[in-house]
């Protein structure tokens, strides 16, 4: 038998082994087949609490009712009641603790977003009152005249 | 003295097999953690899309990209809203401008102005992933970067993706895309850092007008999960076996 | 913190009325090189075993050759993932962790199956020669002499026997493996057509047929890419000794070898008709059901994209060298350029899928254009654009030069047989 012929298969075996032995180096031990089946569950077991642990921005009305009751009882009972503190606002994340005056957006864009008219049948966007933008007060921004918390109240 | 073939071919099997058996080190199993795994959960997070009350104001895209750090001006986003518009002449008009981050303010569509006279109907739809029951985008992953949790959600594992992209090709719905900062692959997550405090993502929160709901369909108690289970509701593209997890009421024949 | 902020895909695609917002181009030219190169390695191999197991006698010069062709071939089969990866540091995570229910998994194994089947037959083929070289090169004087030995030493991975026994043995191993490497060269590029037929999102990409397909068209190409460099080579080599005057024998000059290309020539053909006819069955399938893609597809196919498919690949790459290879009184100049469109309809095939595949929305109901990157102005423009795809294209002459310098293909002499 001339023994010679295996040795190309023994190199094969020896490659084979670097890389098994690499993985228990580069691979984490987390990870494995956790969940369902090999198919949808194979990845790393610690990354799930990576992405719990990821910074919540956005912290809710309820948390700005800690200070700022009156706004938000205006707000409640105005037709902007639905509307988010935080849509205008911008989201608080660590307010007031990491910054005091939150960033606000005054702009004519943000309150044609729904209020820009659209003509469109059976839609709800038809529903709500709106303006054309080139033909309403094209100089002024919208809190000049008009009370985000109560829109129904005239500011000017 | 030469060797027979017989021998020859004996001795080569052998080691082949024998180099296989480490092999299968290749999948790993603890068996703790396989118990804790098929141990089943409580949660089912589905979504429910109503486009009956979508008017298009795009705060949620916004939200969206604060909460999830998505550089803003980039042209990629995990959730958007598309506007359809079908005309008296059969055309169907569909436009996504920034994925609906700064709303709609304007009846053009593309440049062209459309005359509301020659419209038959007009909605909005907003889309997210879908956190399917099969997800496409997992069964393509090389290195198991990506995967679905015990509640069905379907993450990616930043440290892990090594951003081939395959995940993006076999998502029928067009959710996930490369993330432009951290070069590997993104997409919605149903805000899985909130929903696991029992917050709602953010752009459930920041909707003014109720169009968009989690829910968990594992508790019979939950108001969404009624919804889901009681009222007409559709998905997207069933076509694909992907079983996808966010419902719509009022989904029209026209959406892609 | 500079502002590194890409979207990966922006620079060279063009949208058309509604595409999702996520979608761009994702997979370009390095995509289109992969395969285009794994094929390359394939057919080569192919080409070899045709000599080594089904004993082509007539192949024996070009088997020799493309072997060890197939062998310079294949890290450069690698380099466009590499270059196209986002994160390409992570690169060995396939082979760590492969998730085999994904057709990009079996990749590791099957690469790596393959490069040890390729080494290890140019090993018993080219054993005895290393052996020589080991004794030829012993107390020979010079650094380089020294180093050069030390390099047929590891080669020879200690094996010193060359009597007739072993010799034979080698002869044996190597058919073996040869036969061995057949199947595995397929399923090489066979998976490659799955990595796109197994996309059940993509209109285009969707099919049985792909991994088919692809392998045809794979062995097309190889075998193409094999007659050619051995014509260019024998050429030179002729008309370099003809300047050079002297003594030199009859059989030194005599160039490429009639017959050696009369029967790769007539393989090539067969493949062609394989892959044109399922290529040809595919898209008569899609017009007869018509499913719902089909009013895009259309369009992309026989609008926007008919020169590329129709034109390009169809006329220019497989219709004209049918003919150029087939009509009577062929000569060595429509052979080669015969080879050069095929290997070019080859090409466009690997274009008119990736690309192809990715012209169109996923919404239906709109296209993107795919402008690729000429001049290079950021390390993406680079890797993804022409310059990208010109080096992948070159290395492996680059590297079949060095691994000739210890692995003689072209001498008729120095290998087993």
């Given amino acids: 038998m001339k023994w010679h012929v295996l040795r190309p298969l023994w190199v094969a075996i020896g490659l084979v082994g670097v890389i098994l032995i690499a993985r228990v180096f580069l691979v984490p031990d987390d990870f494995g087949v956790h969940g369902r089946n090999f198919t949808y569950g194979f990845h790393r077991l610690s990354n799930i609490q990576e992405w719990k642990d990821f910074p919540v921005k956005y912290q809710g009305r309820e948390s700005c009712a800690e200070c700022h009751e009156e706004n938000l009882q205006m707000l409640n009972a105005s037709t902007h009641a639905t509307v988010e503190c935080e849509n205008c606002h911008g989201p608080s994340v660590n307010h007031p603790d990491d910054v005091e005056f939150l960033p606000l957006d005054t702009t004519r864009e943000l309150c044609l977003r729904c209020h820009a008219f659209l003509e469109y049948p059976n839609s709800a966007r038809a529903a709500l009152l709106g303006v054309e933008d080139r033909r309403h007060k094209r100089r002024k921004v919208c809190i000049e005249c008009h009370n985000p918390h109560d829109p129904k109240e005239d500011t000017r | 003295m030469s060797c027979s073939r017989r021998d020859f071919l004996k001795d080569a099997v052998g080691g082949t097999l024998a180099s296989v058996m480490p092999l299968s080190a290749f999948v790993f199993l603890s068996t703790a953690e396989a118990q804790a795994a098929v141990a089943e959960s409580k949660t089912r997070w589905a979504f429910l899309v109503d486009t009956n009350k979508c008017v298009g104001c795009g705060l949620c895209v916004d939200a969206c990209k604060n909460e999830n750090e998505i550089p803003y001006d980039a042209e990629v986003t995990r959730t958007w809203v598309e506007r359809y518009v079908i005309t008296k002449d059969g055309k169907t008009h569909i436009d996504s401008p920034m994925g609906g981050r700064d ?106 007008f109720g169009a968009r709901r989690i829910a968990n369909l594992k508790d019979p108690e939950d108001p969404v999960t009624k919804i889901i289970t009681t009222e007409r509701v559709a998905v997207l593209k069933d076509e694909y076996g992907t079983k996808p997890h966010v419902f719509y009421l009022g989904l029209d024949e026209n959406v892609r | 913190m500079s502002e590194d902020i890409i979207v990966h895909g922006i620079e060279w695609t063009v949208k058309e009325l509604f595409v999702y917002p996520n979608e761009y181009i994702y997979w370009s030219i390095q995509i289109v090189m992969y395969p285009y190169m794994t094929g390359l390695v394939a057919g080569a191999f192919v080409l070899s075993s045709l000599y080594h197991v089904f004993g082509q006698k007539q192949l024996k010069e070009i088997a020799q050759f493309s072997l060890v062709f197939s062998l310079a071939l294949l890290p450069v089969a690698a380099l466009p993932l590499l270059l196209h990866l986002q994160q390409p540091t992570r690169a060995m995570e396939p082979l760590l962790t492969p998730h085999f229910t994904s057709a990009i998994a079996a990749f590791g194994i099957v690469f790596t199956a393959y490069a040890l089947i390729v080494l290890s037959e140019i090993w018993f083929v080219y ?124 059989s030194e000059i005599k160039g490429a070898e009639t017959h050696v290309i009369d029967t790769a020539a007539r393989y090539l ?149």
Avoid at chain 3, 157 to 171: F, M, N, Q, S, T
């Fill in chain 2, 103 to 208: 709303g709609y303010t304007t009846m053009d569509i593309d440049g062209e102005e459309i005359d509301p006279d020659d419209i038959d109907k007009a909605f909005f739809v907003p889309k997210l992933c879908n956190q399917c029951d099969n997800p496409a985008c997992v069964q393509v992953c090389p290195v198991g970067a990506t995967y679905q949790t015990n509640d069905g959600v379907v993450l990616v594992d930043r440290d892990w993706c090594i951003g081939c992209g395959y995940c993006i090709m076999a998502c029928p719905y067009g959710v996930r895309f490369f993330h432009p900062v951290h070069k590997v692959a993104d997409k919605c997550n149903f805000c899985y850092h909130r929903i696991s405090k029992g917050m709602e993502p953010a752009c459930v929160e920041c909707c003014s």
């Fill in chain 3, 127 to 250: 054993r005895k020669y290393f052996v020589e070289q080991v004794h030829a090169l012993k107390g020979q004087p010079g650094l380089s002499n020294a180093m050069t030995r030390m390099v047929y030493r590891v080669l020879t991975i200690g094996a010193y026997d060359v009597g007739d026994d072993a010799i034979r043995v080698d002869k044996k191993a190597a058919t073996v493996l040869a036969a061995i490497g057949i199947p595995v060269a397929c399923f090489l590029h066979g998976y490659a057509g799955f990595i796109f037929g197994s996309v059940k999102a993509n209109a285009l990409w969707m099919s049985p047929l792909m991994p088919v397909i692809f392998i045809m068209s794979a062995v097309v190409s190889g075998i193409a890419l094999c007659m050619l460099t051995y014509i260019v080579i024998r050429e030179w080599q002729a008309f370099r000794s003809r300047r050079k005057g002297g003594v030199l024998e009859a």
């Fill in chain 3, 269 to 417: 053909l067969g493949f062609l008709v394989a892959a044109i006819s399922l290529e040809m069955l595919d898209l008569i399938f899609r017009g007869y059901t018509a499913m719902k893609s089909w009013d895009i597809l259309r369009s992309v196919m026989y609008g926007k994209d008919f020169m590329n498919i129709f034109v390009l690949q169809y006329t220019l790459g497989n219709l004209v060298p049918f003919l150029l290879l087939l009509l009577p009184g062929r000569t060595l100049k429509r052979t080669v350029l015969a080879l050069l469109l095929v290997l070019f309809g080859v090409f466009m095939m690997r274009w008119n899928v990736v690309i192809g595949g990715q012209a169109f929305s996923l919404s239906f109901s709109g296209y993107m254009h795919y402008e690729i990157p000429i001049i290079p102005h950021s390390v993406e423009t680079f890797k993804e654009g022409l310059f990208g795809a010109l080096t992948v294209v070159s290395v492996p002459f680059v590297l079949f030069w060095i691994i000739n310098k210890f692995v003689p293909s072209l001498e008729r002499e120095a290998s087993a047989d």
